[in-house]
């Protein structure tokens, strides 16, 4: 007889939180491009298949969470309300992103070290960018279900593009100038709020 799927969903989290936690320490305490998957799941006391179940690369470690988010923001979307603007919707979505930063990756240091790595990991680097194009991407989908005769493809993207890449570049900026988790928030919601209703 298996598991429970609820039992067996919880153990799956804890491994992957396991093995994001183990990750973070061995980066810090090693170096990013020194550390091997082994090592991490080791460190995690699972094995690299399982380690692999979880993360299909190294790199997508440090992007445990960004999936998660990328729903989040889509789901506002999709339940926008009637005489909702598509900015007003959007802004919605992004905050929604930024509480879920808030609570995994800037609480867990996990944004520090990404900002660390696009300067310094090429192949982090390559990853961030890779994620971050598809976010883009299914965001400006979700726009375009949810505004049908309102936007096209052009307008969908650019309005998504803004509003990311304004709340992107505040985030790397704060988080550079190693400014605590409270003041990347407040730059990451300055820069919603700025991207939606241009002064």
């Given amino acids: 007889m298996g598991e429970e799927p609820g039992r067996r969903e919880r153990k799956k989290q804890r491994t992957r939180e396991a093995l994001v936690a183990e990750a973070m320490r061995l980066f810090?305490?090693?170096?990013?491009?020194?550390?091997?998957v082994a090592e991490i799941a080791t460190a995690a006391d699972v094995s690299t298949r399982t380690f692999f179940l979880h993360f299909p690369t190294k790199e997508d470690v440090l992007l445990?969470?960004?999936?998660?988010?990328?729903?989040l923001g889509a789901d506002v979307i999709a339940g926008r309300g009637p005489g909702e603007s598509a900015a007003d919707v959007l802004g919605r979505a992004i905050e929604e992103m930024?509480?879920?930063?808030?609570?995994?990756?800037l609480?867990?240091?996990?944004?520090?070290?990404?900002?660390?790595?696009?300067?310094?990991?090429?192949?982090?680097?390559?990853?961030?960018l890779q994620r971050f194009l598809a976010a883009h991407a299914d965001?400006?989908?979700?726009?375009?279900?949810?505004?049908?005769?309102?936007?096209?493809?052009?307008?969908?993207?650019?309005?998504?593009?803004?509003?990311?890449?304004?709340?992107?570049?505040?985030?790397l900026t704060s988080l550079r100038?190693?400014?605590p988790?409270?003041?990347?928030?407040?730059?990451?919601?300055?820069?919603?709020a700025l991207a939606v209703h241009p002064r």
């Fill in 139 to 171: 965001l400006t989908e979700a726009l375009l279900r949810a505004y049908p005769d309102e936007l096209d493809p052009i307008e969908a993207a650019a309005l998504v593009g803004a509003v990311v890449g304004a709340v992107g570049a505040a985030a």
């Fill in 107 to 128: 609480a867990s240091g996990l944004a520090g070290l990404r900002a660390g790595l696009l300067t310094s990991s090429p192949a982090a680097q390559a990853r961030l």
């Fill in 98 to 105: 930024i509480v879920n930063t808030w609570n995994t990756d």
């Fill in 181 to 192: 988790p409270e003041q990347v928030r407040d730059a990451m919601r300055r820069a919603t």
């Fill in 28 to 36: 810090e305490q090693q170096g990013y491009d020194e550390t091997t």
């Fill in 177 to 179: 100038h190693g400014d």
């Fill in 64 to 71: 445990a969470n960004t999936q998660v988010r990328v729903d």
